[in-house]
């Protein structure tokens, strides 16, 4: 695990994780008594431009994959902090409440704090995608949609060498692959013939957070309307019917606005 600064942020209920190596206060994951994690940034341009340089040194397959997509390398702690407080920490929360519907059946064969700390860094990897392509206020081209579906794959990489265990790295790495394998990236060899029930959860809960938040391109969908979505894609063969079963069982119960 590397460590750096145990910053002022860090007090006694809360841990330092771990961090991405990015520098000394850009990037921090917190994990707190309750297994919560948090995400912070800091650091004024000359520190992100030094943390940009370190972070390409350390980690060479995200340098090959900036580069094969021409990206110029840079952080977008904008991008961070509202993913961190917003749509990364509803994932986690949708994922949990998912997943302790489906333990109260079955004997999930992954555990509850893996689900959970993979969906609350799942989308880290946005950080390096422009925000001109992250934020466009229309529908994606072909080669920025290519340059887009990279981000499962830039995220983990960023923690592939931060000492985060593989089971959680492939939750990130596959949070946009279906049970029928239509998602992205390709699965690897090493990997089960099924996607693995933790991909499942993480997957359903990130779609449907990201549903339920208005985007700049579309607004808030209804929970209904985010439901029906989903439902489709049971039936296209994307999503099993019981992980579903337990989204909705969750939206009842928790899901309490419109
Ligand atoms: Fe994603
Ligand atoms: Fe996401």
Redesign the pocket.
Known sequence: MFLVHPAKENKKDVKLFGAVQISDTAFLVYKNSDGRVMLKTGGDEKLQKKAVKNMLEKNPAVKRLLDKYRIRPSINTKTLKELAGG??NE?CNIAKGVYEILASSCEPEIDEATVKEASML??LGKILIPSKILNKPARLNKKEREIMNIHSTLGYELLKNQGVRKEILNLIKY?HQNLNKSGYPDFEEDLPQNLPLGMQIVSIA?KY??LREARVYRRKLSRIEALLILYKEVREGKIHNSVYKALVKYASIYDEEV
């Open positions: 749509h990364m994932t799942h989308d949070h990130d957070s990201a």
